[in-house]
């Protein structure tokens, strides 16, 4: 049944404004939901696209805004009195640290999707916000659309959480699912994904694991209770997996994903973390080897919830603004019933309380895959065998595969050593006069 509501009880009706910074992929995406609030959450439709900040006031936008909202003056949004909400989504560093942070000492909520800004200066922003009495959400910043920043943060609250575990980069998610389906080469493929709004400006950030190392940062911030420094997360890309690589890990029933993980690593009564970003190869049997294309997926487990697993499209444009406009949304509705700025909801709210100490990667323990090139002679996998065996290392597999001629290439798996030795078995491999290269280190699940 449909209400009648009298002019003057919707004349009563508070309106939201927001100030938007950025109308690229993800902003025009938000704007395109808070255009067009029918069959929405009612909330919706008390939000006004208020003020929207841009480069280029000349750009051919494909949502229909007026001009006179639209500035490239973005200091001005987040000054004005009458913006409730900031929703940042412009990218990068800078600006987007200083007019967060101007919007939170003028008294605005943000909402932003800049997990570069977070993991690095998210202390730093929560502990303004928390002064200002004003609520920073980021549920867009890790898994697109995938909602997992506020589940972890209200939802799986009462669980002492032991691990997560995730495919949390859409665009080399993309990159390898194709390059395992096509055999297709990395330049074009990462082009489409580019095209397809799921790369960051700089695709650099994908490509390195960089992207996945913020938000592996932030959600290890939330899940264990403080500060992780983020430029002690271990972090690979992806640009060293060669179509080899790909076959072979196939042939022994895995597939290769960038991985990004943070544990707890328990000595004694007390713990530290760990926490990496590496493309590793998964067992075809486990959860995340099926998950393809831009999906992404968090495995948490928690004390004493056990494994909870999150899956959804991690990038574009659709998906990421349906998390902003969540965000939006959670704010409006704590207005609507009556803020309190003295008194934020500490579910909702972020505060770092500690610093998380994170484990020196050569003290982590993983199995390992190693691809050698190798003369092609008689021993040569003896010779290989016994560094191993010095160092204490145990292998599961040993192949020789791809004889060409003198050559010979060897794909080892190994059980579970620490790092650090596992470096040391191949600084000696690589001073046997027979090994010609190591081509390839990857983890292994
Ligand atoms: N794309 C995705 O799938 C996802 C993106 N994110 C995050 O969302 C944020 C936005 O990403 P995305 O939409 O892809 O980025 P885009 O590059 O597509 O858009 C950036 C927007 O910000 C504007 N802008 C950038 N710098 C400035 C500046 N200095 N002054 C004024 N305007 C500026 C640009 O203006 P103009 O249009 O005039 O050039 C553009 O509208 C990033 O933090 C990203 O990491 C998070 C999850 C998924
Ligand atoms: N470039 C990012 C966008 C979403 O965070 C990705 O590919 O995952
Ligand atoms: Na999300």
């Given at each position: 049944?449909?209400?009648?509501?009298?002019?003057?009880?919707?004349?009563?009706?508070?309106?939201?404004?927001?100030?938007?910074?950025?109308?690229?992929?993800?902003?025009?995406?938000?704007?395109?939901?808070?255009?067009?609030?029918?069959?929405?959450?009612?909330?919706?439709?008390?939000?006004?696209?208020?003020?929207?900040?841009?480069?280029?006031?000349?750009?051919?936008?494909?949502?229909?805004?007026?001009?006179?909202?639209?500035?490239?003056?973005?200091?001005?949004?987040?000054r004005d009195p009458a913006v409730d909400i900031v929703v940042e989504l412009l990218g990068g560093l800078e600006p987007s640290r200083s007019l967060i942070l101007t919007a939170i000492a003028h008294g605005k909520h943000v909402v932003t999707a800049n997990k570069a800004v977070i993991a690095r200066y998210g202390e730093e922003i929560f502990a303004a916000a928390a002064d200002a009495g004003v609520y920073v959400l980021l549920e867009a910043a890790v898994g697109g659309g995938i909602p997992v920043i506020e589940p972890l943060k209200q939802s799986l609250c009462a669980n002492r959480i032991q691990g997560i575990l995730g495919i949390i980069n859409g665009t080399t998610n993309y990159i390898l699912t194709r390059m395992q389906r096509e055999g297709g080469d990395f330049g074009p493929i990462l082009a489409d994904a580019q095209r397809l709004g799921y790369a960051e400006?700089?695709?650099?950030?994908?490509?390195?694991?960089?992207?996945?190392?913020?938000?592996?940062?932030?959600?290890?911030?939330?899940?264990?209770?403080?500060?992780?420094?983020?430029?002690?997360?271990?972090?690979?890309?992806?640009?060293?997996?060669t179509a080899s690589d790909i076959a072979y890990a196939e042939g022994l029933g895995f597939t290769i994903k960038l991985l990004a993980k943070a544990k707890r690593q328990h000595q004694g009564d007390t713990w530290r973390l760990e926490a990496s970003v590496y493309p590793t190869l998964v067992p075809l049997s486990h959860p995340l080897a099926s998950v393809n294309d831009v999906y992404n997926a968090i495995l948490v487990e928690g004390d004493p919830v056990g494994q909870v697993m999150f899956f959804?499209?991690?990038?574009?444009?659709?998906?990421?603004?349906?998390?902003?406009?969540a965000d939006i949304l959670n704010i409006a509705a704590v207005l609507s019933a009556g803020s309190d700025r003295d008194h934020l909801d500490p579910l909702l709210a972020c505060r770092y309380l500690q610093t998380v100490e994170l484990a020196?990667?050569?003290?982590?323990?993983?199995?390992?895959?190693?691809?050698?090139?190798?003369?092609?002679?008689?021993?040569?996998?003896?010779?290989?065998?016994?560094?191993?065996?010095?160092?204490?290392?145990?292998?599961?597999?040993?192949?020789?595969?791809?004889?060409?001629?003198?050559?010979?290439?060897?794909?080892?798996?190994?059980?579970?050593?620490?790092?650090?030795?596992?470096?040391?078995?191949?600084?000696?491999?690589?001073?046997?006069?027979?090994?010609q290269a190591i081509a390839n280190l990857l983890h292994v699940l």
């Open positions: 049944m449909v209400q009648a509501v009298s002019v003057d009880d919707w004349k009563q009706r508070v309106t939201f404004k927001v100030g938007l910074l950025g109308l690229g992929t993800v902003g025009t995406g938000t704007a395109q939901i808070l255009l067009d609030p029918a069959d929405r959450q009612p909330l919706l439709q008390e939000l006004e696209l208020y003020r929207v900040g841009v480069r280029s006031l000349d750009k051919p936008r494909s949502v229909d805004i007026s001009r006179d909202r639209l500035t490239t003056d973005l200091e001005s949004i987040v400006a700089d695709p650099t950030a994908d490509v390195d694991g960089w992207d996945a190392a913020d938000k592996i940062a932030i959600l290890a911030s939330l899940a264990f209770g403080g500060r992780v420094e983020r430029s002690q997360i271990t972090c690979e890309g992806i640009r060293a997996i959804g499209p991690g990038a574009g444009a659709g998906p990421t603004a349906s998390a902003v406009v020196p990667a050569a003290e982590t323990a993983a199995r390992f895959y190693l691809r050698i090139v190798v003369q092609d002679s008689p021993g040569v996998i003896g010779k290989v065998g016994t560094i191993f065996g010095e160092q204490g290392i145990s292998l599961e597999s040993i192949v020789q595969t791809d004889v060409s001629g003198e050559t010979a290439e060897l794909v080892v798996i190994t059980h579970e050593v620490q790092e650090g030795i596992m470096r040391q078995a191949i600084t000696q491999l690589e001073a046997l006069p027979l090994v």
